[in-house]
């Protein structure tokens, strides 16, 4: 049964779950977030929109000479109206919120900081306006408001009164540096991706529309897709001179990536924690593929030969993968609810592949998230990256479209992971303050690989290794990351590793090269360590609580949180569930 609810009658519910508690407090918080949502809606509608907040459906970036200042300016005043709301706040859980509120504003000050003092400003402007505009047209954003996309995309083209191209601004944030030595390019390999997906995310603008039954956007598509290729050929001639060779990131701004990710350790504490973790788990894969290697029938007990036949034997192709995505969510369902692992929702998951230009943006599964305010029955998709075909008709295959493989990213990014993760932010009635500003990689994927964790022991054998292979991975990615970004090891050597030592294919090899190097780095390292901290929280919890731990119970009152810190769920875990178990 499908539930649409708006966030008011969300907030309600909390009254009949399993901790009823007075909710007042969600109410006191969330007038406090609107003073951040208002700050937000003013310097990235888009996002704002995105996420749910009324009425900017039509609006677009102000990337007019002075956004930087605009954008301090905002921010500082809010951190300072938020702090003189703490200091006359009593109720616990709203002065954690503004804590939340306090800390975002803050580490955003200085993130913007730092990037003005040492890098040159360059925009991907292809990916940021097709990403606008997919934000608008998607199946589950109402019909009602297609239209605005044809508005908003005048608006990018400087054809509406007041507007000036979006292209033009761009570059005139990246000219107004150029004389400015001491500032550090972007990084080459990052241009030449963005030169090359140029005609990817133009034609997948066009796509959107098409798809629509919309009218008269022809016009203003043809415009903006001549500025959007004249952007990408000054690109060329003016931003690739100026790229740096180097991937590396000025080691403050390493650090400072890192913290905003979530992740609260030095580059050198993740690395001797990774290094320990993976050796740990390739002992377990080790012991663990004789015995799949015996159920196949296999003349190898070597864990890396025996992935490599699993991929080899149990190929999906494209016209079956998402039935088959869906039919192994129904089996890891059944395992959910046998072994009473977390209370399911009511509905399907939902399941989908990707657009070419939505696969250029993130060329990996991931999940798409709902709005989180102002829901309207809205819920998220595990989204499946475009499956091509080779030049003689077959699938090309992947490490996402085989059947051992299945089992678990099934398991992290729908269920019981991502989205459920999600939907529960929507149906639970947190506060928006935990519902959006305290969202960041660890609390994210810590949950997504805790839940693959927490499914493994029941999967076919064949599937327990893959799900032992992808926590390689992860502690993998928590000492590469560092590695490479504090110039350890080469991305060659990190390639051959993932690739010779964990069984990972090139593709998707590549791919973490590429996220750790320039798409987003730092982030890859927040699964582990989220990871970490979910279940050194379990740990604990089981400590306290012995014969009385109800592991059903535990998992759902963490994902009734929402996106807390790692701190902040372990107080609320120990505060709140801990005694109601024990009474």
């Known amino acids: ?23 007042s407090w969600v109410d006191k918080s969330n007038e406090h977030a609107q003073v951040v949502l208002a700050v937000f809606a003013e310097l990235a509608p888009e996002g704002a929109g995105s996420m749910g907040i009324d009425g900017l459906d039509e609006e677009i970036t102000d990337l007019s000479p002075g956004y930087q200042d605009r954008a301090r300016k905002l921010i500082e005043d809010t951190v300072a109206e938020l702090e003189r709301r703490l200091e006359a706040e009593t109720d616990l859980k709203v002065r954690q919120d503004l804590g939340i509120l306090i800390k975002a504003g803050r580490d955003n000050l200085v993130t913007m900081q730092l990037e003005e003092d040492h890098m040159l400003p360059y925009t991907n402007v292809n990916q940021t306006i097709f990403n606008a505009m997919r934000a608008l047209i998607d199946p589950q954003v109402s019909r009602d408001r297609y239209p605005a996309a044809v508005v908003r995309m005048e608006k990018y083209a400087g054809l509406r009164d007041g507007y ?23 990084y080459r390999g990052e241009v030449e991706q963005d030169l090359k997906d140029t005609e990817t995310f133009i034609s997948g603008i066009e796509e959107l529309l098409a798809g629509t039954d919309l009218d008269g956007w022809q016009d203003t598509y043809a415009t903006l897709a001549g500025q959007l290729r004249d952007y990408s050929e000054w690109v060329e001639a003016e931003i690739l001179p100026r790229a740096r060779d180097d991937f590396r990131l000025p080691a403050v701004m390493y650090q400072d990536a890192l913290k905003n990710w979530g992740v609260e350790a030095s580059p050198y504490e993740l690395i001797e924690q990774a290094t320990k973790g993976y050796m740990d788990i390739r002992n377990e894969m080790e012991a663990l593929a004789p015995i799949v290697a015996k159920k196949f029938d296999y003349d190898t007990n070597n864990y890396r030969e025996v992935i490599a036949r699993l991929k080899k034997d149990g190929p999906i192709d494209g016209d079956k993968l998402l039935d088959h995505y869906h039919a192994v969510l129904r089996d890891i369902e059944e395992i959910i609810v046998r072994e009473n692992l977390v209370t399911l929702p009511e509905r399907d998951a939902g399941i989908r592949f990707a657009s070419a230009a939505e696969t250029a943006a993130i060329p990996a599964p991931h999940l798409q998230p709902p709005r989180l305010i102002g829901n309207t029955g809205e819920y998220p998709y ?22 051992a493989g299945a089992w678990t990213l099934t398991a992290h990014e729908a269920r019981p992971g991502h989205e459920m993760q999600f939907s529960s932010v929507v149906e639970s009635g947190v506060s928006i303050t935990r519902a959006v500003f305290a969202i960041n990689s660890a609390n994210i994927e810590g949950w997504g690989l805790y839940a693959e964790a927490i499914v493994r022991p029941y999967l076919p ?18 000492f590469l990351d560092p590695m490479l970004n504090l110039g350890l090891i080469t991305p060659e050597e990190a390639r051959r590793l993932i690739i010779e030592d964990i069984g990972i294919g090139e ?9 750790y190097t320039y798409r987003m780095p730092g982030q890859a390292t927040a699964y582990y360590y989220g990871y970490n901290k979910m279940q050194a929280l379990r740990a604990q919890v089981e400590v306290r609580l012995q014969d009385r731990f109800d592991q059903q119970a535990f998992h759902d009152f963490v994902l009734d949180q929402g996106m807390l810190p790692p701190e902040i769920l372990k107080a609320s875990v120990m505060e709140d569930f801990v005694p109601s178990q024990m009474n």
């Open 1 to 23: 049964m499908q539930r649409k609810l708006s966030l008011a009658a969300i907030l309600c519910l909390l009254a009949g779950s399993a901790f009823p508690a007075d909710t």
């Open 164 to 186: 000036t191209p979006f292209t033009e601004l761009a570059k005139q944030q990246s000219i107004e540096k150029f004389g400015d030595d001491s500032l550090v390019g972007p």
């Open 382 to 403: 595990f989204v499946i990256p475009l499956l091509e075909k080779n030049e003689d008709g077959s699938w090309r295959q992947t490490d996402d479209t085989y059947e």
């Open 461 to 478: 054998v064949e599937g327990q290794l893959i799900s032992l292979q992808y926590r390689l991975m992860r502690a993998a990615r928590m």
């Open 507 to 515: 593709s998707w090899a590549q791919n973490e090269i590429d996220r």
